[in-house]
């Protein structure tokens, strides 16, 4: 079956500096991945999704690779602020209709 | 902006008890998702509507858990008797089109479960 293995240890960085999380994936791939943040209590909210034929995809301070032959997608948070601390979840859709998600990587960041 | 309305936010229950959860998707959301995230851990597709019907349901434990979308809207989650095990977050969302249509989930803010 597939697996997605994120950071399981929280990722501590100073403001200002960039965030890299990384996503790692078993078996097939997927037709398309993506990214959500998830505050405490709270449900996950979509950042950004990118797909098997694409290489990189940005929304303002936010940056996604997928690199079909690693089996791996990046997430950079550039300029990162306090507000950006969070949970980021990976999630990838192997083209049916389900979508695995993996348990997340904590993020803190530091003014 | 639209989102997607669970409730209760937060339930508490002894074992062998029976709880539902109830969500309303967005409009015109055709897919509906009920997913089970235990804390620290992702969260695990339990059932996937699209419209009145399952279109998966393998990981939905059905000898105590029953789903339903009568009319393609509303979606309710019961858990019938709830055992320890199944203290989580219960997280409903909801998306335009399902499978490969490349679309994002919006979620709820979810129901904590607590099973005493």
């Known amino acids: ?111 | 902006e639209a989102e997607v309305a669970q409730s209760p936010r937060y339930k508490i229950t002894e074992k062998s008890q029976a709880v539902a959860f109830w969500c309303d998707p967005i409009s015109g959301h055709a897919t509906l998702y009920w997913y089970r995230q235990i804390l620290g851990q992702g969260p695990e597709l339990l059932v996937q509507f699209q419209d009145e019907s399952v279109v998966d349901d393998s990981q939905l434990p059905k000898d105590r858990f029953s789903a339903e979308r009568l009319k393609g809207v509303d979606s309710t989650l019961k858990i019938q008797p709830a055992e320890l095990g199944d203290s989580a977050m219960y997280l409903c969302a909801s998306s335009l089109k399902g499978g490969s249509s490349y679309n994002e989930q919006f979620f709820g803010p979810g129901t904590r479960l607590t099973v005493l």
């Not at chain 1, 078996?27 to 694409?54: C, H, K, M, T």
């Open chain 1, 1 to 111: 079956s597939q697996k997605i293995e994120q950071n399981s240890e929280a990722l501590n960085i100073q403001e200002g500096k960039t965030a890299t999380l990384t996503c790692n994936y078993t078996n097939y791939s997927p037709a398309y991945l993506q990214w959500y943040r998830q505050d405490p209590g709270r449900g996950p909210v979509f950042l950004l999704l990118i797909r098997e034929n694409e290489k990189e995809k940005r929304k303002e301070r936010l940056k996604v690779t997928f690199d079909t032959t690693l089996k791996q997608s990046l997430f950079h948070i550039t300029a990162s602020q306090p507000a950006d601390s969070a949970t980021y979840l990976c999630a990838l859709n192997t083209g049916g209709f389900k979508t695995i998600f993996g348990a997340g990587t904590r993020l803190f960041v530091k003014a």
